[in-house]
């Protein structure tokens, strides 16, 4: 029986185990120690300059969102301007009794829209998310979860808002050995802040008896985890080479359907450097989309569907989009025969077997 092609496996390099032993040796497995510190340094180095910034960890990445929104001080009533085409935890972490108003998608990039935001920015609105955009006075929360070591214009994304939230769960670039992420706090005057809130809402580790101050969360990285991680981030070429290998491979290999018109391939920005944490494509006509991944999963290929619209309404590009995205198998360790199953069986599905091959 032919194996199944999943569409991502969690990186596991072999080389986690020795410090996983060393954190356990060090008995603190709770979290907050050696590891966390090295591998909260590791994403300081790419934050802004002059010790302006402050990287924590957290577990799960939603945790990174909770903190950002009560950084944003955001109440019942003020607005909260996102993309619909997001995971719900975007949303559900930062409304805190505020409304969402969904902006629609550029239909090159597929993020959100800059031209429409501005039009959607009222007296209420208190944040923006993801993108960093200025002349209001608001608050920018970068979501960049699926997008560490990613770069605008030389900079790492989530550095470039006031917050940025990064994911480290299991089917991410780097992972923490399971859930896992990072809040990034690029704006000086919320660093006090978000470190009382970490800290359960108290000044602990700063006096000999600690005061409650402020809200606070419990959202400890362990050790065990943060070991692990650090691991990955030492080995940020190891992992993001070959699965950037494998987008441009796809990509290459596809052309030929984009060009026929059966299939839309992502566009990259030449201001920006890419993880190729996916690949996806956009099957032109919508409808046929089910019938593809039936067709791929008979031939022992997983395909994912990636987010459903979180708004209600008309749009001009969110809703389409939506139902045109497909995910493709990629992951560290896919080999050339595994990709040339997915290339032929997306090229069978149209009735154009041999037009495209990734070797």
């Given at each position: ?24 040796n ?16 590791w994403?300081?180095k ?35 301007i ?8 975007t ?18 990039t597929?993020?959100?829209d ?41 900079r790492m994304?989530g550095?470039i ?14 992972t ?8 990034l706090?690029n ?15 108290t ?23 943060a ?10 070429d190891t992992?993001?080479t ?6 441009h ?8 359907l ?9 566009t990259?920005?030449?201001?920006t ?5 996916i ?10 989309r ?5 067709f ?9 569907p ?5 708004h ?8 389409l989009?939506a139902a045109?995205i497909?995910?493709?198998p990629?992951?560290?360790?896919m080999?050339d ?12 599905f ?7 091959n990734?070797?």
């Amino acid at each position: 029986m032919t194996p199944r092609i999943p569409t991502t496996k969690p990186t596991i390099l072999g080389t986690e185990i020795p410090l996983l032993q060393e954190a356990l040796n060090l008995a603190n497995l709770n979290g907050k120690g050696k590891y966390t510190r090295l591998c909260e340094q590791w994403l300081e180095k790419s934050m802004p300059a002059g010790g302006k910034g402050k990287a924590i960890l957290v577990s799960p990445c939603t945790s990174a969102l909770e903190l950002a929104a009560i950084l944003a001080n955001i109440q019942p009533g003020d607005e909260i301007i996102v993309q619909s085409y997001t995971y719900v935890s975007t949303v559900n972490s930062v409304l805190r009794g505020a409304v969402p108003v969904f902006v629609d998608l550029d239909d090159k990039t597929l993020n959100i829209d800059l031209r429409l935001i501005e039009d959607d920015i009222t007296a209420k609105t208190r944040v923006i998310v993801p993108v960093h955009y200025r002349g209001h006075g608001l608050l920018v929360v970068e979501d960049a979860a699926m997008a560490c070591t990613s770069l605008y214009k030389d900079r790492m994304l989530g550095t470039i808002g006031h917050i940025g939230y990064i994911s480290f769960q299991e089917k991410k670039n780097f992972t923490a050995g399971g859930q896992g992420g990072a809040i990034l706090v690029n704006d000086s005057s919320l660093i006090e802040r978000a470190r009382i809130l970490y800290e359960h809402g108290t000044n602990r580790g700063q006096v000999e008896r600690h005061d409650w101050l402020d809200l606070g969360i419990n959202a400890t990285l362990s050790e065990l985890q943060a070991a692990f991680l650090h691991v990955q981030l030492q080995a940020v070429d190891t992992i993001n080479t070959p699965r950037l290998h494998r987008w441009h491979k796809y990509h290459s290999a596809l052309t030929p359907l984009a060009e026929m018109g059966h299939l839309i391939l992502p566009t990259i920005p030449s201001c920006t450097t890419q993880n190729a944490n996916i690949f996806w494509i956009q099957v032109r006509e919508a409808e046929r989309r089910k019938d593809m991944i039936q067709f791929l999963d008979a031939k022992g290929i997983e395909t994912h569907p990636l987010f459903m619209p979180l708004h209600s309404g008309m749009d001009r590009v969110t809703t389409l989009a939506a139902a045109q995205i497909l995910l493709l198998p990629l992951f560290v360790g896919m080999t050339d025969h595994e990709q040339q199953r997915v290339v032929e069986g997306v090229s069978a599905f149209f009735g154009t077997e041999g037009l495209s091959n990734v070797v």
